[in-house]
């Protein structure tokens, strides 16, 4: 069994400053990672993977995210937040054997002029 | 990496009516997912499309309710059947890539938002 927490509903921050938003999963095999990005009325947009190579990832728009095994934990991150990233992520974790994908509930970034 | 093309992008469907959500894919792929994602929600599962065979339905998901085509290996349908206002969500294709560099990675399209009055 597998399955993805994500820490914070909403998240918002300041135009230019850090951007964090927490990820735990549990899995019974070594996982696979992903963050996603869903703009309003968009599909979902692949930011990074994590499949058991470096463990920090980095992804588009200068996203990156480190898999913590220790901590159960892939934390998105980013710099400097900007206008265009408002928008709601989310994490998902897949697992071995005939396991598929599981969704975080989706944290929705706020970015304040 | 592919490109996933859903219609209807929208739709108002009236309570008990049907309607049928086309996927196309710009290239063949193996494996073929439709999700559900009630407002506000994260995404479910719904199933998968298994091509020249019935889909594989998630606990909660009937053959009945949400019948699935996969006639090839780039286009898929969904039907939303008997629809009620409990109904309205997004619906969304995806598509996991082939080969090594897309390997267990899901594509999705920007998905149908259906409202039932």
């Known amino acids: 069994a597998q399955s993805v927490t994500q820490l914070d509903s909403h998240v918002s921050v300041s135009e230019g400053t850090p951007v964090l938003l927490r990820c735990n999963y549990s899995?019974?095999?070594?996982?696979?990672l992903f963050w996603y990005v869903q703009h309003p009325n968009k599909g979902l947009q692949l930011l990074l993977k994590?499949?058991?190579?470096?463990?920090l990832v980095k992804g588009i728009n200068g996203f990156e995210a480190e898999f913590k095994k220790s901590e159960t934990s892939f934390h998105l991150t980013k710099p400097s937040a900007h206008m265009s990233d408002a928008a709601e992520y989310f994490c998902?974790?897949?697992?071995?054997?005939?396991?598929?994908?599981?969704f975080g509930k989706g944290t929705h970034l706020i970015i304040q002029p | 990496s592919a490109v996933i093309s859903q219609k209807p992008s929208r739709d108002i469907c009236q309570r008990g009516t049907s309607l049928t959500i086309q996927c196309q894919v710009d290239?063949?792929?193996?494996?073929m997912f439709w999700y559900r994602q009630q407002p506000g929600q994260s995404l479910t599962l719904i199933a998968t499309?298994?091509?020249?065979?019935?889909?594989?339905?998630e606990s909660g998901f009937v053959i009945d309710k949400f019948p699935i085509s996969r006639p090839n290996l780039t286009f898929s349908t969904l039907t939303v059947s008997n629809m009620s206002p409990e109904d309205s969500s997004i619906y969304l294709c995806?598509?996991?890539?082939?080969?090594?560099?897309?390997?267990?990675?899901?594509?999705f399209g920007a998905g149908s938002r259906l409202t039932v009055l």
């Open positions: 995806s598509a996991e890539e082939d080969g090594t560099a897309g390997a267990n990675v899901l594509t």
């Open positions: 899995s019974s095999y070594s996982p696979s």
């Open positions: 994590y499949t058991s190579a470096a463990t």
């Open positions: 998902v974790v897949r697992g071995g054997g005939a396991d598929g994908l599981t």
């Open positions: 290239s063949q792929v193996t494996m």
């Open positions: 499309a298994n091509q020249g065979s019935e889909a594989t339905y």
